[in-house]
């Protein structure tokens, strides 16, 4: 199983980044997949998930900003970020697994597999 997140890069704040998550060796359109992030000093934040249904969750912080999509037919999921804020700051991880919960999407430890990082760095 492979996780490969791209798209990271630096952006003035208000500008937009696509991240993708490019997976292999899984049964891409039965899994939940999900996005954290994390800055230095700080522990892993949930950003968004996307069930096999399609349906999404954000945390409150990127509402309205963000969206999380998923591409069955490339085994791809992405995360539009548009109006970056400098506290947007993090490396983000793309992670994923087969059975997990509503209630524990929110949970790093719920996910078995994960991407190697990306860098998001948002100037002010």
């Known amino acids: 199983v492979q996780l490969q997140a791209s798209g990271g890069g630096l952006v003035q704040a208000g500008g937009s980044l696509r991240l993708s998550c490019a997976t292999s060796g899984v049964t891409f359109n039965r899994y939940t997949m999900a996005w954290f992030r994390q800055a230095p000093g700080a522990e892993r934040e949930f950003v968004a998930a996307?069930?096999?249904?399609?349906?999404?969750h954000y945390v409150d912080s990127v509402k309205g900003r963000f969206t999380m999509s998923r591409d069955n037919a490339k085994n791809t999921v992405y995360l539009q970020m548009n109006n970056l804020k400098p506290e947007d700051t993090a490396v983000y991880y793309c992670?994923?697994?087969?059975?997990?919960?509503?209630?524990?999407?929110?949970?790093?430890?719920?996910?078995?597999?994960w991407g190697q990082g990306t860098q998001v760095t948002v100037s002010s």
């Open positions: 992670a994923g697994d087969r059975e997990v919960i509503l209630s524990a999407l929110r949970d790093p430890n719920q996910y078995d597999y």
């Open positions: 996307i069930r096999w249904t399609s349906s999404t």
